[in-house]
């Protein structure tokens, strides 16, 4: 009897134990303040429970581990989804703004409604009276703006009609939307516009050689000198990356130095801007992780690699991943604006459709400069695409005027105003501009604040570099990647949009749709396994992991490198081969046609990216933009799981 207690107390204190706790606030985005009335709908696979806050907006509860959505529903509000993979005893934040229903129906940049809006053409003889509608038409904008060009010779017109109640009247038709130097915008296609990157984390040398020789002048005009590096690096026991820990660098007094969030493969980047250079052996990290807080003494800096840190805390994945787009809309940008509306309308549906599995949201703000019709114009995060395609379309190029444009304090608001989710796997901010910001000891300021914000929130800035940039802009926009743990990217000449872009200072980069870029660096820093299906490097059954394999004949060459490798992949019984081994960047894969995906990882085990295999053919693929060292091809060969090691030599 004795023993039946004692099983049954056990049995209830792991019933207890595998429990996940969430706790949180909702409120209102525009003015901060809680929200009452609010119910909280949870929902673990096939149950649904429903919490309701107190009055301070605050919530506390406990589920099941595993995959838990939070609804957060409210009269007039726009209802919010947020979600985790939430581990076995693992605590989570989850902080909720929510939206006014209309509050951004009617925004600045004349937007009307949502999906309701419609355009009628009436079409009349000589009086309104024998008035009669003949058609429906579908625009990519809901207001019609200055790049119309109206025939008023014509008696037609627009209604702009919404839920069947017109809201504007437009006295004449427009016969066709101008684009830049009068061609036609629906001319403009997208995938058109090339671009490349460069990411200065995968040539470290070559940035400090950079800021000692061409960018020493910059970095003392904008004050920016990011050279003093520190890479920490979380995983658990297993090898899971600890994804968004804040991770604070301290000097030897304890003073806060720099404030990161860990990415999707558990590195945080943690800097030194200032003057004074303490000795570097003396700093040290704070952890903060859900309740877990752990201090780390005597990190050293990036000179002598990595910092890692074993965790001992429940796995836990955010299933939230926010991607902002901030675009300069000053008439400079008018070559390529329409191109890169696009452009963005297509990255919108392609990464939609690449993350189904997990709570996708998008914002975007839209800035000119001061005097101009608008400083800055945004649409909040949500998970509806047409509101964040529709917002972008309904934006042109105008004003200006001077060179530099109100670009910090776009990026201000866009950390400061949108409802950056408290939890995700990644946060995404892509920033398209051709000119700085202002260099005023205001503007100075601001881009500091800027910087510090974005690396404290995890974000990482992606500046777009568009036609016009120069060489201190340039400097500018890589210092601001490498401070919020994010990379550059530019458009090329190569696709005959625009204007002159100038070249980077680098030894060599790819050329890419513009398009592509995008989509490829959204997936980069935001894949990463779940918590059950991690594989650990030392549960990889590693074949033949040291085969060197060269490329006598030439990439070209299909004919023999087929049967090249094909006799190599007979001969040593390997489903997989990858070549050149060594490599200084390009990999070239060949397999058998029952492989459809392999991963990239390092050495610590940490998913790097992912690879689509497709059949009969040779596949490339591109790791010039990692560091050097020993990487590892794995695959799942429908019986167990394989690797290749690779040594990336720069």
Known sequence: MRYSILLTLLL?????????????????????????????????????????????????????????????????????????????????????????????????????????VRYELDKFSSAPSTSSKVEEVSVSAYKIKSEVKIDRSSKAKYR?????????????????TIGYEGKP????????????????????????????????????????KLTDRFCVQLSLASGMPVIDAEVELMDHTGKSIWNARTDNTGKAELWNLSEEISNKSNYSVKVVYGNFTQEFKRIHSFEKGINPFVLDVPCTVPDQLDIAFVVDATGSMGDEINYLKMDLDSVISQITEENKNIN??????????????????????????????????????????????????????????????????????????????HQEQENMDKIQQVIHLAAKMGVKIVPVGCSGINKPTEFLCRSIALATNGTYTFLTNHSGVGGSHIEPSTDGYKVESFRD??????????????????????????????????????????????????????????????????????????????????????????????????????????????????????????????????????
């Open 160 to 176: 702009l009609v919404s839920d069947g109640a017109e809201k504007e009247s437009i006295s004449y038709a427009p016969v066709e």
């Open 360 to 437: 996708l949201r998008m914002a975007s703000v839209f800035y000119r400069d001061k005097g101009d019709d608008y400083l800055t114009v945004e649409s909040p995060f949500s998970s509806s695409t047409d509101l964040a395609k529709n917002f972008i379309r309904s934006n042109h190029a105008d004003g200006g005027g001077d060179a530099p444009e109100a670009a910090d304090e776009a990026l201000l608001v866009a950390l400061q105003k949108l409802n950056w989710s408290s939890s995700s796997r990644a946060r995404i901010l892509f920033w398209l501009l051709d000119a700085p910001p």
């Open 12 to 116: 209830l204190s792991n019933s207890l134990f595998s429990q996940a706790s969430f706790n949180g606030n909702i409120s209102e985005m525009e003015t901060k303040n809680a929200l009452k009335n609010v119910k909280l709908m949870v929902v673990e696979n096939s149950d649904t429970t429903y919490f309701t806050p107190d009055s301070e907006g605050n919530f506390n509860f406990k589920t099941k581990p595993g995959r838990v959505k939070i609804f957060a529903i409210a009269d007039g509000y726009i209802s919010e989804l947020n979600s985790v993979n939430a581990g076995d005893g693992s605590t989570n934040r989850v902080d909720i703004s929510l939206v006014k229903e209309g509050e951004f129906s009617e925004l600045k940049s004349g937007v009307f409604g949502e999906d309701s």
């Open 517 to 650: 870029v995008l989509v490829r660096i959204s997936r980069l820093m935001s894949i990463t396994p779940d918590c059950s299906e991690f594989i650990a490097q030392n549960q990889i059954d590693a074949i033949d992991t040291n085969l060197r394999v060269d490329n006598p004949y030439g990439i070209n060459d299909t004919a023999h490198v087929n049967k090249t490798i094909d006799s190599s992949l007979v001969a040593n019984e390997i489903e997989i081969l990858a070549y050149p081994n060594p490599t200084n960047g390009i990999i070239n894969i060949k397999h058998h046609n029952s492989i459809k995906e392999l991963f990239f990882a390092d050495v610590n085990g940490k998913l790097l990216e992912k690879v689509e295999l497709t059949m009969n053919r040779i596949d490339t693929s591109d790791l010039s933009k990692y560091t050097s060292g020993i990487y590892f091809l794995r695959y799942y060969n429908g019986q167990q799981w394989k690797c290749l090691r690779i040594v990336l030599e720069h």
């Open 185 to 224: 915008v629906n001319a403009v296609k997208a995938g058109v516009l090339t671009a490349g990157e460069v990411n200065d984390f995968s040539k470290w040398k070559l940035w400090n050689d950079l800021n000692a020789s061409e960018f020493a002048q910059y970095s003392s005009s904008w004050k920016l």
